[in-house]
């Protein structure tokens, strides 16, 4: 049978899975509130929020409970560190696409803009890196964890480049402003999303080979291995 502490550590890792997969739909819901496409009612999101801060309490919980009464080490440490790291990304991850749904339904006349500076391609990359995000912390591939650096670095780039792009909209057409500046907001949370997706796989790294690593270094360890 197993003990109870590998009950705990099981819980703990099925209740991230839940937390994670919440937000991966939170996501998803504000790609479709941005590109116009139908979305849930605002009661189910909120729902769906209200869940993700629930789990992120019992996240915290689990892993008081554990270091109260178990002495974890090695690898067990590791992924009990890692687990209270994630879910906090995650949590910071629900709050931003529920910012990016309600800014959303305010831009008017945004889907010129959206045609015109190919936002719905960065809006879907940022959805794929959200579900690679979880799909490492399950497998702990660092085959995933590479991919999601350099999507990460795919969409800091991209975002730079079509922030530049709106200004300079803004700037020859000032009917533009007001919806541009919204849809600058939008992106910057889009980034952000990408961003935290990338310290979860910084945490999956380390829970594996106990090294911290930034993901601007990871290419380079990886060429020289």
Same mark, same amino acid.
């Given at each position: 049978?197993?003990?109870?502490?590998?009950?705990?550590?099981?819980?703990? %890792?099925?209740?991230?899975?839940?937390?994670?997969? #919440?937000?991966?739909?939170?996501?998803?819901?504000?790609?479709?509130? /941005? /590109?116009?496409?139908?979305? @849930? =009612?605002?009661?189910?999101?909120?729902?769906?929020?209200?869940?993700?801060?629930? #789990?992120?309490?019992?996240?915290?919980?689990?892993?008081? @409970?554990?270091?109260?009464?178990?002495?974890?080490?090695?690898?067990?440490?590791?992924?009990?560190?890692?687990?209270?790291?994630?879910?906090? =990304?995650? =949590?910071?991850?629900?709050?931003?696409?529920?910012?990016?749904?309600?800014?959303?339904?305010?831009?008017?006349?945004?889907?010129?803009?959206?045609?015109?500076?190919?936002?719905?391609?960065?809006?879907?990359?940022? =959805?794929?890196?959200?579900?690679?995000?979880?799909?490492?912390?399950?497998?702990?591939?660092?085959?995933?964890?590479?991919?999601?650096?350099?999507?990460?670095?795919?969409?800091?780039?991209?975002?730079?480049?079509?922030?530049?792009?709106?200004?300079?909209?803004?700037?020859?057409?000032?009917?533009?402003?007001?919806?541009?500046?919204? /849809?600058?907001?939008?992106? %910057?949370?889009?980034?952000?999303? @990408?961003?935290?997706?990338?310290?979860?796989?910084?945490?999956?790294?380390?829970?594996?080979?106990?090294?911290?690593?930034?993901?601007?270094?990871?290419?380079?360890?990886?060429?020289?291995?």
């Amino acid at each position: 049978m197993a003990s109870h502490f590998q009950i705990e550590l099981e819980k703990l %890792k099925n209740v991230i899975q839940k937390i994670g997969l #919440l937000a991966e739909n939170q996501v998803g819901e504000s790609v479709r509130a /941005l /590109l116009s496409e139908p979305v @849930s =009612e605002g009661k189910e999101v909120k729902k769906i929020e209200n869940k993700i801060d629930k #789990l992120d309490v019992k996240i915290d919980e689990i892993c008081q @409970s554990i270091f109260a009464l178990q002495q974890p080490v090695a690898s067990d440490l590791r992924f009990i560190m890692s687990a209270m790291q994630i879910s906090n =990304e995650i =949590e910071r991850i629900g709050d931003l696409a529920i910012s990016i749904i309600k800014k959303s339904k305010n831009i008017k006349d945004k889907h010129d803009l959206i045609v015109k500076f190919n936002i719905a391609d960065l809006a879907r990359k940022v =959805e794929i890196v959200t579900i690679k995000a979880n799909e490492c912390f399950l497998t702990r591939g660092e085959n995933t964890i590479g991919e999601i650096f350099i999507l990460n670095n795919t969409i800091k780039n991209e975002t730079e480049d079509t922030i530049h792009d709106i200004i300079n909209e803004m700037k020859s057409n000032s009917k533009t402003v007001v919806s541009g500046t919204n /849809l600058v907001i939008v992106l %910057k949370h889009l980034e952000r999303i @990408s961003e935290h997706c990338t310290n979860i796989a910084e945490y999956v790294y380390f829970m594996i080979n106990a090294k911290i690593i930034k993901h601007e270094k990871f290419d380079g360890k990886k060429s020289d291995s």
